[in-house]
């Protein structure tokens, strides 16, 4: 079974540009999920997708960051200005019916 | 809301040993507690998980306990080996929502 697969896997850029990052969750997973997890500390999620429809985002600081998946298949999550404190490991998950959460392999973002 | 405390933060033993990480939540509606292992730089993956009707679950070298009276669970690792050195996470989570809050990790080393 292919995994969730995550693109690009590191980012470098400076405060006030923007960043896109890409998902695509396992195959047949309506539940997609956008995490942060910044260096020494657990993920927080950033906003929860059932299909191509918003469950929760009450964590996404929606000044900056917005999130879509569309299609209900794969999502992007973009973050524009961004800030230094931004700096984290974005992680995408999906998940069946169950609520077991597969991970992605991270975005390392790093923000100069 | 929900909180989820994680101790120790850090945790050395020596091959061979056991190795104790525990949790404590708050919200009583907690039903489902998974336990991830982050190695460096690799996505969090599941190793074991406990429902709220248990107390206890298995797998091989690995277990989980809960005391649903105290609020809190453990994961138990016997006959530690070097590639059981990574950071695991708890998380507590409400069916219905499905809603993880994760703890905030402990680094574990196993010396060889």
């Known amino acids: 079974e292919a995994g969730v697969a995550q693109s690009p896997r590191y980012k470098i850029i400076e405060k006030r540009q923007s960043v896109a990052f890409w998902c695509n969750p396992i195959?047949?997973?309506?539940?997609l999920y956008w995490y942060q997890q910044i260096l020494g500390q657990g993920p927080k999620l950033l906003i929860q997708?059932?299909?191509?429809?918003?469950?929760?985002d009450s964590q996404l600081p929606k000044d900056r960051f917005s999130a879509e998946r569309l299609k209900g298949v794969d999502s992007t999550l973009k973050i524009q200005p961004a800030k230094l404190e931004d700096s984290a490991v974005y992680l995408c998950?999906?998940?069946?019916?169950?609520?077991?959460?597969?991970f992605g392999p991270g975005t390392r973002l790093t923000v100069t | 809301g929900e909180n989820v405390e994680q101790h120790p933060s850090t945790l050395s033993v020596q091959e061979g040993d056991s190795a104790v990480i525990k949790c404590t939540y708050s919200?009583?509606?907690?039903?489902?507690f998974p336990w991830y292992k982050q190695e460096l730089g690799k996505r969090p993956q599941l190793i074991i998980d406990?429902?709220?009707?248990?107390g206890e679950k298995k797998d091989q070298r690995i277990a989980v306990t809960l005391n649903k009276t105290a609020k809190h669970f453990s994961l138990h690792i016997t006959e530690t080996q070097p590639e059981d050195s990574a950071v695991y996470f708890c998380?507590?989570?409400?069916?219905?929502?499905?809603?993880?809050?994760f703890g905030t990790g402990t680094r574990l080393k196993v010396l060889a």
């Open positions: 406990i429902r709220s009707n248990v």
């Open positions: 998950a999906s998940s069946p019916t169950s609520g077991i959460r597969y």
């Open positions: 919200d009583s509606a907690s039903n489902y």
């Open positions: 998380a507590a989570s409400t069916s219905g929502t499905y809603k993880y809050i």
């Open positions: 997708f059932q299909n191509n429809g918003v469950v929760d």
């Open positions: 195959s047949g997973h309506a539940t």
